[in-house]
């Protein structure tokens, strides 16, 4: 007798990235996860209830790799000033994967349509910017290269303007030129 097949929740998350990228979010049905994973139905509706369950867990997957590989790239520069805006900067360094840019793409409707995709979202920017600030030595600076950055990263992941590697790089060394600024600074109280 066969063994049944175990299903991993993350190749269910797969075909629907793959579902995603190749006929948009709004064409994501459980029936088109299932054919693209080649199983059943029944598979993906006893681990996602609803096409929303299914697309919050999408996003709630890339948002937990895309905050392991920063924390593992902010680890990588060892002791730094204002380490969580350094480790964003060098993270972005690696430009966005076509597939990724592609599903980014392809779920904001999902973002606009969703309140709780939302909160997914809204609540790593919360932490994020946090981070940002509290870890930084100047913290306007800080939040005006977060907001630098965040600008060219989603210019990039919507496929909105090339820029060249150089180009690229260039604006990432004066992005990280930012977080330190004198002129960004808070004026000192004329009795320090």
Do not use: C
């Not at 693209?36 to 999408?58: M, T």
């Not at 902010?74 to 000033?81: H, N």
């Not at 994967?97 to 973002?111: E, G, Q, Y």
């Amino acid at each position: 007798m066969a063994r049944p097949r175990v299903i991993e929740q993350s190749d269910i998350l797969d075909a629907a990235e793959l579902v995603v990228v190749r006929e948009g979010a709004a064409h994501l049905t459980l029936d088109a996860v299932a054919t693209a994973a080649g199983i059943g139905k029944a598979s993906v509706v006893y681990d996602y209830k609803s096409k929303r369950e299914l697309i919050n867990a999408v996003i709630r997957r890339r948002v937990e790799n895309e905050e392991q590989r920063v924390q593992a790239v902010t680890a990588g520069l060892g002791p730094v000033a204002s380490p969580a805006i350094n480790g964003l900067i060098a993270a972005a360094a690696e430009r966005p994967r076509d597939h990724a840019r592609a599903v980014a793409v392809n779920l904001v409707s999902a973002l606009a349509q969703d309140a709780e995709a939302r909160g997914i979202i809204e609540a790593v920017y919360t932490r994020t910017i946090a981070s940002v600030t509290e870890t930084a030595e100047n913290p306007r600076g800080a939040i005006l290269a977060f907001l630098a950055l965040e600008g060219l990263k989603r210019l990039e992941m919507h496929n909105l303007h090339p820029w060249s590697d150089a180009e690229r790089a260039d604006m990432l060394r004066d992005i990280g030129w930012l977080i330190d600024a004198d002129h960004l600074k808070p004026p000192r109280d004329a009795g320090d």
